[in-house]
Nanobody, 125 residues
């Protein structure tokens, strides 16, 4: 099974930017979709963005549209999330995940079978 390790979390003021990265080891990385999820305190984990195995299709949840960009480098087995214009409500633990499928259409938590340990993002006023 693939191992996923996130990095890049931290603290930022509202309106600022952060970039998260996830490195994958093992498995056929380019064959599967990758996603970023997040979980805020007291809330359920929710999808942020999904990218297809080939990187040619993406899905963004409402709060991420226009502010976040997901990308992947299949040669380096990495997936990234560029987050701009961060808001207080973006504060959460962010997880990268690998999907069962290649298509970015599948964006439910149950559609992903490998998860990283998470990285904290804190947005302050």
């Amino acid at each position: 099974q693939v191992q996923l390790v996130e990095s890049g979390g931290g603290s930022v003021q509202a309106g600022g930017s952060l970039s998260l990265s996830c490195a994958a080891s093992g498995g056929a990385f380019g064959s599967y979709s990758m996603a970023w999820f997040r979980q805020a305190p007291g809330k359920k984990r929710e999808v942020v963005a999904v990218i297809s195995g080939g990187g040619d299709n993406t899905f963004y949840a409402g709060p991420a549209k226009g502010r976040f960009t997901i990308s992947r480098d299949n040669a380096k087995n990495t997936v990234s999330l560029q987050m701009n214009r961060l808001r207080l409500e973006d504060t959460a633990v962010y997880y990268c995940a690998q999907g069962y499928y290649s298509n970015s259409y599948y964006n439910r938590e149950a559609d992903f079978d490998s998860w990283g340990q998470g990285t904290q993002v804190t947005v302050s006023s």
